[in-house]
């Protein structure tokens, strides 16, 4: 019963605006840090293998990313290891960097679901969280997202 009272507390806290420091492995295994990109507006997408969502719209999202490559997308896996992730990439023939992260230090972005896309200005504070999937192919999507930016 303490659990859940926990889990509630914790998915019912008002998120800050700000944004606090995270980091993340590339797929060589070396940290980033979100403070790296300080300076410039970045999406934080993040996804796993495992869900299905995140699996439909990935290949769509990666042709995005292709077509916007002035705008600065890190693509952040919450699978438990980095052979699940690469998989899929290969599978669905995904090119963006892969990166990966935990499920627990995701939390502290206010990540309480995948998908999930994080906005985070050139200041470094988050501007904006949409949770669920997004029709990357879709013309008014692609410019709500860069009206986000």
Not at 69 to 98: E, H, R
Not at 121 to 127: E, F, L, S
């Amino acid at each position: 019963m303490k659990k859940m009272l926990f889990l509630w507390v914790v998915l019912l806290l008002p998120l800050s605006a700000q944004s606090i420091e995270y980091q993340w492995q590339n797929e060589k295994g070396e940290d980033v840090q979100l403070s790296s990109f300080k300076g410039e507006p970045v999406i934080l997408h993040f996804w796993a293998s495992w869900c299905p969502p995140c699996r439909t719209e990935m290949p769509a999202m990666d042709a995005w990313v292709k077509a916007h490559s002035d705008v600065k997308v890190v693509m952040i896996s919450l699978d438990y290891d980095l052979d699940g992730a690469q998989a899929f990439y290969q599978q669905k023939k995904i090119t963006a960097p892969l990166h990966i992260a935990t499920q627990r230090e995701t939390l502290k972005l206010g990540v309480r679901g995948l998908p999930t896309t994080i906005i985070i200005d050139a200041k470094g504070n988050i501007t904006k969280r949409h949770m669920g999937d997004l029709d990357w192919a879709d013309k008014k999507v692609s410019q709500m997202v860069l009206g986000w930016l």
